[in-house]
């Protein structure tokens, strides 16, 4: 099973809103990701957990708040954003950094 | 910073060509390159995953090629199909579990 699945695949939320983006795999990775991806971009790196701790946080707001509860789930805690956060965010996983990145199929978030 | 560069940005072929992707990087200590393909509004799908130490990886009609020391690596297509058509992305990955994306390559295969 190479799945990484995500929840939920649309969100729409406001600017004073607290929503959580969801992340799982089960092939025993023992590093996740988050990337954002705007329209017609690569996607950026946001943060990079590493046996559940924090390893790689690339200057993201903190209005981000990312949390790894254990090595197959990892959340995205998002408490008011603005429009410009509308993006496709994208979870991965791997084994280690030398491995396959692993993508599940994003979730796509709107900011009224 | 590493950065990662794919050129062509855009390329249109009929069915059945062969054709070559290029990424380069300008930081050649990486662990691995890794080729992925995006479907418009998806996620990225694995391609191909080249070690540092390897010089090539093939999969089925992909075949991906790595030189490390001059920063490049290429994705050759045999004869395309309609369903190739999507976004090309290569990314290198270094130290700290570092994860660098390439600019893309949107394909279209012309029936």
């Known amino acids: 099973d190479t799945e990484v699945t995500q929840t939920p695949k649309h969100l729409v939320m406001g600017m004073t809103n607290k929503k959580s983006l969801k992340c799982e795999q089960h092939m025993g990775h023992r590093a996740m990701y988050w990337y954002k991806q705007k329209a017609k971009k690569p996607p950026e790196l946001m943060f990079v957990?590493?046996?559940?701790?924090?390893?790689i946080n690339e200057s993201v707001p903190s209005r981000f708040s990312p949390e790894c509860p254990n090595s197959s789930l990892l959340n995205l805690h998002l408490h008011a954003l603005q429009p410009e956060d509308s993006a496709l965010y994208l979870c991965a996983s791997s084994q280690g950094e030398r491995g396959t990145q692993y993508f599940g199929p994003g979730t796509r978030l709107l900011v009224l | 910073k590493q950065e990662v560069t794919q050129i062509p940005a855009a390329l249109s072929v009929p069915e059945g060509e062969n054709l070559v992707l290029n990424c380069s990087f300008t930081d050649s200590a990486i662990y691995n390159l890794q080729w992925f393909r995006q479907d418009p509004g998806k996620g990225l799908t694995s391609l191909l995953l080249?070690?540092?130490?390897?010089r090539e990886q093939t999969s089925g009609r992909l075949n991906a090629s790595l030189d490390k020391s001059s920063g490049r690596s290429t994705l050759y297509i045999a004869a395309s199909q309609p369903g190739d058509s999507a976004t090309y992305l290569c990314a290198v990955s270094g130290t700290g579990n570092q994860f660098y994306f390439g600019t893309g390559t949107s394909l279209t295969v012309i029936p």
């Open positions: 080249i070690q540092s130490s390897q």
């Open positions: 957990y590493s046996y559940e701790k924090l390893s």
